[in-house]
């Protein structure tokens, strides 16, 4: 799914209630693709909804980003650098 998509439906399941359920529905998806990563800079709720399902799936399903940025400029384009961090560490490790 591309990123903005995934993060509007995000914001729209937090507007009618249904986030923790969507939250749950990604979950079971054995591979996690997410397209055009990190294209704009993210907002507070992009990062906190991303800090979930990048803690949700760590080192239990799998993930795969891309993007036209390097890897080095994601840091500053999830924008907080303790979330930026922590959602980082769970990407790579």
Same mark, same amino acid.
């Given at each position: ?5 995934? *993060? ?5 399941? $937090?507007?009618?209630? &249904?986030?923790?359920? @969507?939250?749950?529905? +990604?979950?079971?998806?054995?591979v ?6 990190v294209?704009a ?5 992009e990062?906190?909804? *991303?800090?979930e399902?990048?803690e949700? $799936?760590?080192?239990? &399903?799998?993930?795969? @980003?891309?993007?036209? +940025? ?15 961090d ?5 990407l790579?490790?």
């Amino acid at each position: 799914t591309r990123a903005a998509a995934l *993060f509007r439906d995000l914001s729209l399941a $937090r507007a009618d209630g &249904r986030l923790r359920q @969507l939250l749950r529905r +990604l979950n079971w998806i054995d591979v996690l693709v997410v397209d055009d990563w990190v294209m704009a800079p993210m907002s507070e709720s992009e990062r906190r909804d *991303f800090w979930e399902i990048a803690e949700d $799936r760590y080192q239990t &399903r799998s993930m795969i @980003l891309t993007s036209q +940025l390097p890897v080095s400029r994601w840091h500053e384009q999830i924008g907080d650098p303790t979330l930026a961090d922590g959602i980082l560490d769970r990407l790579v490790h």
